[in-house]
């Protein structure tokens, strides 16, 4: 540890949820629910899984390091440049190259209160300076995150919806915002759950690039179009921006089967209708069963729901977790009250509400 760079110290490495199967060892059942990690629950697509299984013979050479073939399609779709897109092994991995790009130790970097959690521990991993603005009712609070940015602001991520509380920000309040960010600041917008919000109500985020080189909107094909175990995600901003990433950007970062499926997801307009509309006939019926039982929620626009006990939520995790229904403590984001439940299947979610039903009694 004395070895690392400054900053390291202080970090911990993410805690993902443990593997069903170990969990399922150490509790002593089988046929667990696991709603803990927003993924799809659907499982893989029809059209995702052929473009895999043609994809194999060509496995030993190497990925297309530019991903030209997705780049294609994301621009057709999204009505962007291909050299406005750059492609990542998971959204994630480019979070973090936007830091190793732009975030210098010493600089810092706004986010809210009770948002996703690798924005903290990028900011700490790479020596910068966390600005870390009060929410306002669970999500972000734009007008104070405004207000925090100073000469020293390198980058201000907003995650919208958010992760883990599910808020969603007006376009109203997110342009008034982006009009009021410096040009020398950098703009995250982390729009993951994005496929889940309803069309009418989906912000022009690609139309503002055009208004703000300064926006970087990022995206992902890990929860609705349901390739979270390939690892592909992507950022869409100015050409010059992307060019300069492009510069630290590993070759090969995607894979060919993750390429390979990502393109075919883009293509599937039914698993992609069919997912969204489960979650939200499955999320009005956890509201429903809430209300029912008087329990408090933070109305969401992802695929999970976070539910707030108002009191120590581990017992009743670890309550759950005997009933073999697994979902998510966020008491490492500042919420120990809170759990957040990832939307399954019709027939997972009955079993979380009867678990819950029992366990609170
Ligand atoms: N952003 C947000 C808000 C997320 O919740 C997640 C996944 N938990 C990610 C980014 C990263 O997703 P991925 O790396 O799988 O694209």
């Known amino acids: 540890l004395a070895l690392a760079n400054a900053g390291v110290e202080k970090l911990h490495p993410y805690q993902p949820g443990k593997p069903v199967e170990e969990l399922e060892r150490e509790l002593g059942i089988s046929n667990s629910v696991k709603l803990a990690s927003n993924e799809n629950p659907m499982g893989l697509g029809p059209k995702a899984k052929a473009a895999i299984e043609q994809a194999l013979p060509e496995l030993a050479r190497y990925p297309d390091a530019n ?27 480019l979070i973090d190259l936007i830091y190793h790009t732009f975030v210098s130790p010493g600089q810092q970097v706004v986010f809210s209160q009770y948002t996703f959690i690798v924005y903290a521990m990028a900011t700490q991993a790479h020596g910068a300076e966390a600005i870390e603005v009060p929410a306002k009712d669970f999500g ?5 995150m405004a207000a ?15 992760n883990p509380t599910g808020t969603f920000l007006s376009q109203a309040e997110l342009s008034a915002f982006l009009a009021r960010v ?37 995206r992902t094909f890990s929860k609705a179009y349901g390739l979270a175990g390939l690892r592909v995600g992507y950022m869409v901003a100015h050409p010059e921006l992307i060019g300069v990433l492009n510069r630290v ?15 075919a997801a883009l293509g599937d307009e039914a698993y992609l209708s069919e997912a969204v509309t489960l979650n939200r006939r499955e999320m009005a019926r956890y509201e429903a069963f809430f209300q029912q039982q008087g329990l408090h929620y933070v109305p969401s626009r992802a695929n999970f729901i976070t539910l707030d006990l108002q009191r120590d939520a581990a017992p009743v995790y670890e309550a759950l977790l005997r009933e073999g229904v697994i979902v998510r403590p ?12 990832s939307i399954g299947l019709e027939q997972e979610n009955q079993r979380c509400m009867d ?6 009694g």
């Open 249 to 263: 950007r590993e070759p090969f970062n995607c894979n060919s089967l993750a390429l390979a499926a990502a393109e």
């Open 140 to 144: 972000h609070d734009l007008d104070a």
């Open 182 to 218: 410096p040009e020398r600041v950098l703009v995250v917008l982390d729009e993951a759950y994005t496929e889940y919000v309803a069309d009418d109500e989906r912000h022009p985020s690609i139309d503002w690039l055009a208004q703000y080189p300064n926006l970087i909107v990022s």
């Open 148 to 162: 925090a940015i100073t000469d020293q602001t390198k980058l201000v991520c907003i995650t919208n919806p958010n």
């Open 355 to 360: 678990a819950l039903a029992k366990v609170l």
């Open 67 to 93: 991903g030209f073939a997705l780049k294609t399609k994301l621009s057709e779709k999204l009505g962007v440049n291909t050299n406005q897109l750059i492609l990542g092994n998971g959204s994630n991995e």
């Open 330 to 341: 966020i008491a490492g984001y500042g919420l120990p009250t809170c759990l957040r439940i």
